[in-house]
């Protein structure tokens, strides 16, 4: 449709068709055969009321879309087709592993592949718009969300945003119809509430904003993001679906956004119980003043924003045409039933390998001592523990998953290895003592001992906050007895947050965190077992010692007293008097089963400057016959700043493959606009002066030089 018939199709709509059209239901609003029922008849909506509604959520199959927008188009007055939005946040029917895990990759080309296979699966059933990628700054991982995130460095989850985006949306959603349009998410500070309960209170500092919060929706808006779906927290005090300063001045004009911004479920009503509005009148005016274009799962649009007196209909109009012109691009006027073929090309088959080679570049190798990985497939081994033989593995999001269809561990272990035994699944909940007698036996009887222990996907994601992120009880019961038995025990985790692994840590030989590894799970899991990969996941995330050191991130920032190697003893440092400082494994962090390391690093010059980059090299060794894969981190530190800055930044990363006792290299350019902060005037620029450099497989472990930032030399 052209842009003029786009304005000629606004100039028919009643004011009640065009507050319609920024109403989001669920689809069991459109279940009725005659009658009006359930939650449409909860909301008092008339049929016309109900045929004037601009947007679906959470349908779960094609037929279903079907036949809902078929009714719609019969019944509306004016047949704008509905669109259909769903949370297709790590793959649809076929999962990928959770984000968390992807970000494990460090590669924004393997977010992209997901994106893009994941939206071939969606659109197949009809759906329009994932409310996905979530580019929220974490920081805690008592917040069962880190699941969805990107983890805690703001660079690494701008980057890998991109990735989401250019995947999910291609380069023409009308053409290509195979592609979704993406609602980034929550604008924004979510992933700062208190304590690491979920919808709980959030206090940021403007700084802490612009630094680490707004850095990754800039990448999605850059990359042509189609939607942002604001957060349930204030910021400031105000809550961001009534933050106009945030939403209008923020999003739309310094980031330059010009999409739809959609409210969180019931974001609007929810106002009431925060206390911030008197009813649901005063919540749908002030929303949309603040800039809400849709009001998802509430009814305070559809019932209360008509009797707002004040209501703007010139800006009422912007936000229709926003809504309109969005089902425009996605070619719905042309075609209502988008993406819904019944003789699509089989492509299971294809998603489940990419599932599986996903996978397999997520996991992250944490300890691996006296090589007791690979398992060679001649070895006896014994599995056990509650995620052996459980198929709970795709994740929180996996709600159209198909469970029975996951490949567990077992499963995998089984068609790689001749002598497996796996423990009878029933005794997992907390062992006898006579079933403890026959595990230990098993166990002295092998040469390896797999323990596959985690959490459970209802533990992890939405609602799911944890003020203690151990291991339960009975699983570290688990280690320490097969420890007892077997030298050569295995952990494999299972878990959508960083844990705290402190209490099982010595008693493993090797621990290798899988996350919820998605579909393929059981079989990518065996193949990195017995070293037909090669891990090369590293961690997006700290692992803290204890729950006590979150929020946690390897930026700590500078203090007047920092805890050194001297200083230990001393009573007035930044430290704690039960535990480090530094976390169980830092944010980098990941082994392979090939001996890498920085053997030596290189800069172009000691002085950079705004034309001259300064280019460092870093030499990386492999002493063992196995070829790696690995990932090679540049970290930055200014030396005198003008605010307190970090101690340690990422700056940029390479994936380098290292053949077989060789060594290989690769180049980092630093441009002075990566030196770059957000000062005290809310702008990011560098300071010039003298930085630090460090060059490492992961945060801690490192290399380092010097340079100066210094501004263009005279007679340059
Ligand atoms: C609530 C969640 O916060 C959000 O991430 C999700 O997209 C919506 N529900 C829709 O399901």
């Not at 793959?91 to 968390?100: D, M, Q, R, S």
């Not at 197949?124 to 969805?148: I, K, N, Q, Y």
């Not at 092998?446 to 799911?464: K, R, W, Y």
Request: proline share 4%.
């Amino acid at each position: 449709m052209k842009k003029s018939e786009l304005k000629e199709l606004m100039n028919e709509m009643t004011l009640a068709e065009k507050i319609g059209q920024l109403v989001q239901v669920t689809p069991d609003f459109f279940n009725q055969s005659g009658e009006i029922t359930g939650p449409a008849a909860e909301w008092q909506l008339s049929e016309n009321k109900l045929f004037q509604i601009g947007s679906v959520l959470g349908t779960h199959t094609a037929e279903q879309v079907a036949t809902i927008q078929k009714s719609y188009l019969e019944e509306s007055r004016l047949k704008i087709p509905l669109l259909f939005m769903a949370d297709v946040i790590h793959g649809y029917e076929t999962i990928f592993p959770i984000p968390l895990a992807l970000a494990s990759s460090f590669s924004s080309e393997l977010t992209e592949e997901v994106a893009r296979l994941s939206a071939l699966e969606a659109t197949r059933a009809g759906v329009h718009v994932t409310f996905s990628p979530m580019a929220d700054h974490v920081m805690d991982s008592r917040w069962g969300r880190v699941l969805e995130s990107n983890g805690e460095d703001p660079i690494l989850s701008a980057e890998l945003t991109r990735g989401y985006v250019r995947g999910y949306q291609g380069t023409d959603l009308e053409t290509e119809t195979e592609r979704l349009a993406a609602c980034v998410k929550h604008f924004i500070g979510y992933g700062a509430v208190q304590g690491g309960r979920d919808y709980n209170h959030v206090d940021l500092s403007p700084i802490e904003l612009y630094q680490n919060y707004l850095p990754a929706f800039q990448a999605a808006i850059e990359e042509g993001v189609k939607l942002v779906m604001t957060s349930f927290n204030p910021i400031n005090g105000q809550l961001m679906s009534l933050n106009r300063p945030l939403i209008k001045e923020t999003l739309r004009q310094e980031l330059g956004f010009n999409g739809v911004v959609i409210s969180d479920w019931n974001a609007l009503e929810e106002l009431l119980a925060h206390r911030v509005v008197g009813d649901k009148q005063q919540a749908a005016a002030e929303a949309f003043e603040a800039g809400t274009d849709i009001d998802m799962m509430s009814d305070c649009y559809i019932n209360h924003l008509a009797e707002y007196s004040d209501l703007d209909s010139h800006a009422l109009d912007e936000a229709v045409y926003r809504i309109l012109k969005l089902k425009n691009e996605l070619g719905l006027f042309e075609n209502p039933f988008r993406g819904i073929q019944e003789e699509a090309k089989p492509i299971e088959g294809a998603l489940r390998i990419a599932v599986k080679e996903a996978a397999m570049k997520s996991f992250v190798l944490l300890k691996n001592d006296s090589d007791t990985l690979p398992i060679r497939t001649q070895q006896q081994v014994f599995l056990l523990g509650p995620k052996a033989s459980s198929k709970d593995i795709l994740g929180a999001w996996s709600w159209i998953g198909k469970t029975e269809q996951a490949i567990d561990l077992a499963e995998g272990l089984t068609e790689q290895l001749p002598h497996l035994t796996v423990g009878a699944a029933e005794s997992w909940a907390e062992p006898s003592e006579a079933e403890y007698v026959k595990l230990s036996e098993e166990a002295k009887a092998s040469d390896v001992v797999i323990l596959a222990l985690g959490e459970s996907s209802e533990e992890t994601g939405e609602a799911a906050s944890k003020a203690e992120i151990c291991l339960p009880e009975y699983q570290i019961k688990l280690v320490k007895r097969m420890a007892a038995a077997n030298k050569n025990l295995v952990v494999v985790l299972f878990n959508g947050r960083p844990l705290d692994l402190t209490a099982i840590e010595p008693y493993a030989k090797s621990i290798v965190e899988v996350w919820f590894p998605g579909s393929e799970g059981g079989r990518a899991i065996a193949e990195t077992l017995i070293g037909q990969h090669n891990p090369e996941g590293k961690l997006p995330m700290s692992f803290p010692r204890a729950v006590g050191q979150l929020p946690f991130s390897y930026q700590a920032y500078s203090t007047g007293r920092p805890l050194t190697e001297q200083n230990q003893q001393e009573k007035y440092v930044s430290k704690y008097m039960d535990v480090g400082n530094e976390p169980l494994y830092p944010f980098g962090h990941g082994l392979s089963y090939s001996k890498l390391s920085i053997e030596a690093i290189t800069q172009s010059a000691e002085v950079l400057t705004e034309d001259e980059p300064l280019t460092i090299q870093a030499t990386v060794r492999n002493d063992s016959a196995q070829a790696g894969n690995t990932t090679v981190q540049l970290y930055v530190e200014d030396q005198v700043s003008e605010l307190v800055r970090p101690v340690k930044e990422l700056k940029s990363w390479q994936q380098l493959t290292v053949a077989g006792n060789t060594t290989a290299q690769c180049t980092f350019t630093l441009t002075a606009a990566d030196l770059g902060y957000v000062h005290s005037n809310l702008t990011r620029y560098p300071d010039l002066g003298k930085f630090r450099f460090f060059v490492g497989l992961d945060s801690q472990n490192t290399l380092t030089g010097q340079f100066e930032l210094c501004e263009k030399s005279e007679g340059l």
